[in-house]
């Protein structure tokens, strides 16, 4: 089962900052939070992944609250391409010792111009 | 590098045949995995391979799933007997190792339809 809880969907303006929720209260302490995005009839790609630090890459920041139970990907300025569904996840450790992606159902993100 | 290829995108089929997809990594990637996504839903995983041992299979991938990966390259996914339940999404990925830096390279799908 998803060990995350996202809203089902937003919506935004075009170049407006959209700000994507994610609750993950399991956390463990050596849990790094990963954000995919999926676009339509694609598969998903890679956004950002954090531990404690906010983080900052070209495509987003992810910010992470203190007690590490949430989290919220941002998208400083929306544009029409960034309509998609956004995963918050947190891997799995596997019986044979490695990890895997638990998708939940993601936030789709809605873009308006 | 292209990034991960999957052959075909689409997959049309009557109910009770079998099919079979191609997964190509990327070419330094040792590790493989599979995940079947149903509309509305996220992906979720079938089964991982670290070179060519399959090391993971879900309880989603019953009897009439089989998947190889030959020399640690391209890896084929069969379902056998196909049932209209079959029908979604099939999505590959690759990474090299798996540490928490790892990002996973996900292709574009087969869409299977079973009908």
């Known amino acids: 089962d998803a060990k995350t809880t996202q809203p089902n969907s937003m919506e935004s303006n075009e170049e407006e900052p959209v700000h994507l929720p994610c609750n993950h209260s399991t956390i463990s302490g050596t849990d790094y939070i990963h954000w995919y995005r999926q676009l339509p009839s694609q598969g998903p790609e890679y956004v950002i992944h954090?531990?404690?630090s906010n983080v900052n890459n070209r495509m987003a920041s992810l910010a992470i609250a203190e007690d590490r139970k949430s989290s919220t990907l941002i998208l400083h300025r929306a544009t029409l391409r960034d309509a998609a569904v956004y995963y918050c996840?947190?891997?799995?450790?596997?019986?044979?010792?490695?990890?895997?992606?638990?998708f939940g159902t993601g936030t789709r993100l809605k873009v308006l111009a | 590098d292209t990034g991960v290829s999957q052959n075909p995108r689409h997959k049309i089929t009557k109910r009770g045949q079998n099919v079979t997809f191609r997964c190509d990594p990327i070419?330094?990637?040792?590790?493989l995995y599979w995940y079947r996504q149903t509309l509305g839903q996220g992906p979720e995983f079938l089964t991982y391979f670290q070179n060519e041992a399959q090391l993971e299979k879900s309880r989603l991938l019953s009897d009439r799933f089989s998947a190889e990966r030959p020399k640690g390259s391209f890896s084929t996914l069969e379902i056998q007997r196909t049932e209209q339940g079959d029908s979604a999404m099939y999505l590959c990925a690759s990474t090299l190792g798996q540490g928490e830096n790892t990002e996973a390279f996900f292709g574009q799908g087969t869409r299977l339809t079973v009908v």
């Open positions: 070419s330094e990637h040792n590790r």
């Open positions: 996840i947190l891997r799995d450790e596997t019986t044979s010792g490695t990890y895997k992606y638990i």
């Open positions: 954090g531990l404690t």
